[in-house]
């Protein structure tokens, strides 16, 4: 017998969707999180987009998840409901030389099994969104956005209701795999050690980290981190937009976009700045320069002074810079062969929109062995 059977680490919005999922299948649950509270990271501090599943590679993970998710992920929100917006959003080419940027995520979309995309000359797309400027672009009605708090109170309780537990301020000082399960010693104010069966790690930006930390485990299934910051700017002023706008993406990221929070409200970004650590939270106030820049690219008529900073979340890349975009790793035994150990690493956007086809994932694979 174990102290406890199911060790989820990490409450972020994935890590509270895996251990509602394992709760509601009869594990006996108990969620260690460093922090004082619930997503206090990255699920705190992006966007809160619902995505539709059209930028991925078809057959990715990521693919199959952000699209299954946002299926899941609706359904959810109405059934309970939670506050979210089906609001749709543009996706906009302001030059020609960017139309077969539109023509592979709908190529992507389709593939993905995303039929809802559509063609809107500049005409139409001004119609729906008077302030825009660009030369064709792609509505996806799907698109949407989420209160991710209450969502995230939501899985929390559910989770709770089943049987589990949640242990706030109480980081992750040691673990180690033992002959059957593993020995895990939590720090905080009441140091202790425990016997665990089963642990997901789903420590976000910690969690390659924290694997690397674990007696015994195989080094070369250990990825390297790096941080990716999103900086994020509020507009003062009217609100210019009822749809989402995205430029063509970049890189890193999906460019500096305007969302629209649940009262109305415009922000812009994120951007993309490649930091060492991911401690650096704050939003320097001259990188509003290079938002004017891109923003007037599709909105010409953004005002001097209308930008103002917000706040900054981290991207946990298990890429850098010079290297492409890899996808999601959910790494069960199959891949790294120690038994009743799950690992979730380079879950970041779409990480929201899949959290509950992730954790349908997760508790899947343990259940493979």
């Known amino acids: 017998m174990h102290d406890i059977d199911c ?31 619930i997503g206090t990271q990255t699920s705190a501090r992006n966007s809160e987009v619902i995505h539709a599943g059209i930028y991925y590679p078809p057959g990715s993970l990521k693919a199959r998840v952000c699209v299954e ?6 359904a959810y929100l109405r059934e309970r409901g939670l506050p979210h917006k089906a609001c749709g959003k543009l996706i906009v080419a302001t030059s020609a030389s960017q139309k077969p940027a539109l023509e592979t995520i709908m190529a992507r979309a389709q593939a993905s099994g995303v039929d809802s995309l559509r063609w809107l000359d500049a005409a139409e797309a001004k119609a729906l969104e008077p302030e825009v ?75 390659p980290k924290l694997l690397g930390t674990l007696e015994g485990f195989p080094p070369e299934h250990v990825p390297v981190q790096h941080y990716a910051k999103g900086n994020y700017f509020a507009l003062l002023g009217k609100q210019p937009f009822s749809h989402l706008v995205y430029p063509v993406p970049e890189a890193a990221g999906l460019g500096i976009h305007a969302t629209i929070d649940m009262g109305g409200r415009v922000k812009f970004g994120p951007d993309v700045e490649w930091v060492q ?8 106030p001259q990188r509003a320069e290079k938002f004017y820049a891109a923003i007037r690219t599709y909105w ?64 899947e694979r343990l259940a493979a062995g």
Request: net charge negative; hydrophobic share 45%.
């Open 277 to 284: 650590h991911d401690q650096d939270l704050v939003v320097d």
């Open 133 to 207: 400027r660009c030369e064709i672009a792609l509505l996806s009605p799907e698109t949407g956005v989420v209160d991710s708090h209450a969502f995230m109170l939501s899985l929390l309780g559910e989770c709770e209701a089943a049987g589990g537990s949640l242990a706030l301020n109480t980081p992750i000082a040691g673990w180690r795999r033992e002959a059957e399960g593993f020995s895990v010693d939590f720090g905080g104010e009441e140091p202790a050690t425990y016997s665990v069966k089963t642990i997901v790690n789903s420590a976000g930006h910690g969690a």
């Open 300 to 363: 010409p008529a953004l005002p001097d002074g209308a930008l103002v900073a917000d706040y900054a979340g981290i991207r946990p890349k298990l890429h850098d810079s010079t290297q492409p975009m890899p996808d999601f790793r959910i790494d069960g035994p199959q891949i790294h062969g120690v038994p009743d150990l799950v690992n979730l690493l380079g879950i970041e956007s779409p990480g929201l929109t899949s959290s509950l086809a992730i954790a349908e994932m997760v508790v």
């Open 7 to 37: 060790l989820v680490i990490g409450a972020g919005v994935v890590g509270l969707a895996v251990a509602r999922a394992l709760a509601l299948a009869g594990r006996e649950v108990v969620i260690a999180e460093a922090a004082e509270g």
């Open 69 to 74: 998710g946002r299926k899941l992920l609706y």
